[in-house]
């Protein structure tokens, strides 16, 4: 029973966080505002969602591990795997504004958690203590703040999600069902995945920057597949780069201000690999282009990180 709640939570969120960025999709655009704001921070922000529930819910819960190892583990699989993916089905176009905005700020965001994470500033021992959160928040705001102000003067760009012409009611519908189903959808799929990993004699880091992270991620992973599909590879780089940031700042800021994260199980290793995969990323698409080989690089990177968690925490 315990692996059937945790299948159909899985598609709760699937389905939630597709009815919740449609909403707010058909939202932004009865309220005019342009398709690159819609693209880099509603859907970004949409799919990270159950990101944002899964640590939110680990914090209130007093689950440091599950609340960081989700992040954590977001960030890996988004980019190895869902960026890897994706270039593998169509190479991804890697702008001059990437290379000097976007991915150096991933980067920093991401080697920035790890020196919170041991406390490189303040606090003591192993975690992300309230201040520390603030700073996230802070540059979250600011984030949020550059894209909505470029992109009021960016023009109209095409992205993968459809134009939704339904009245205004329907879409704020949308946005309440969908964010009521996520919200189900997310308590249930942490609640059986931690049930499973006490089955399987696992801990709960462990589950959290495998399993829950990849189920959470699949919002990003059906939104960067589509638009591949579509060969508008700059929306799934957009959505995997934004959302990563929208990880560490927004949901790791925000779960620090509910509790003072501290998970000894989440190691450096973790938040070197997090870390390494941005830094993989700008060196494999530093001529503008992440090929086929690239993607490919990347994902047998995944696969080879997943083989040595299972080593040294299941075998």
Not at 81 to 92: H, K, Q
Not at 216 to 227: D, M, N, R
Request: charge should be neutral; include cysteine; glycine fraction near 10%.
């Amino acid at each position: 029973m315990t692996y059937v709640i945790l299948i159909i939570a899985l598609l709760a969120i699937i389905y939630g966080a597709n009815w919740f960025v449609d909403g707010a999709v058909g939202v932004a655009r009865k309220l005019k505002i342009s398709d690159f704001v819609i693209g880099a921070v509603i859907v970004g922000v949409g799919t990270s969602l159950p990101e944002l529930i899964v640590s939110l819910k680990g914090a209130v819960d007093g689950n440091s591990n599950v609340a960081i190892g989700n992040v954590v583990g977001s960030n890996i699989f988004n980019v190895l795997a869902i960026l890897g993916l994706t270039a593998v089905i169509s190479p991804v176009v890697i702008t001059k504004e990437n290379r000097r905005k976007d991915l150096p700020l991933c980067l920093g965001v991401s080697v920035l958690l790890t020196l919170m994470a041991y406390n490189f500033f303040v606090g003591e021992g192993r975690g992300l203590e309230r201040w520390d959160g603030l700073i996230l928040l802070a540059i979250f705001g600011w984030f949020l703040y550059t894209s909505l102000k470029e992109g009021k003067n960016a023009p109209q760009e095409e992205v993968a999600v459809e134009d939704k012409e339904a009245p205004l009611w329907k879409s704020l519908v949308m946005i309440a069902v969908g964010l009521t189903v996520l919200i189900l959808g997310c308590t249930n799929f942490v609640d059986s995945a931690i049930e499973i990993a006490k089955q399987l004699g696992v801990s709960d880091a462990f589950i959290s920057i495998t399993l829950i992270a990849c189920g959470t991620s699949l919002p990003e992973l059906a939104a960067s597949l589509a638009a591949a599909a579509k060969k508008n590879t700059q929306l799934a780089l957009g959505n995997i780069v934004g959302s990563n940031i929208f990880n560490i700042t927004l949901i790791l800021g925000t779960s620090s201000q509910v509790l003072t994260l501290h998970s000894p199980n989440i190691n450096l290793v973790d938040y070197g690999v997090a870390t390494l995969a941005v830094a993989l990323t700008m060196l494999l698409g530093a001529k503008g282009k992440l090929s086929r080989v690239g993607g490919a690089i990347l994902f047998a990177c995944f696969v080879a990180y997943n083989i040595y968690l299972f080593k040294t925490q299941v075998g």
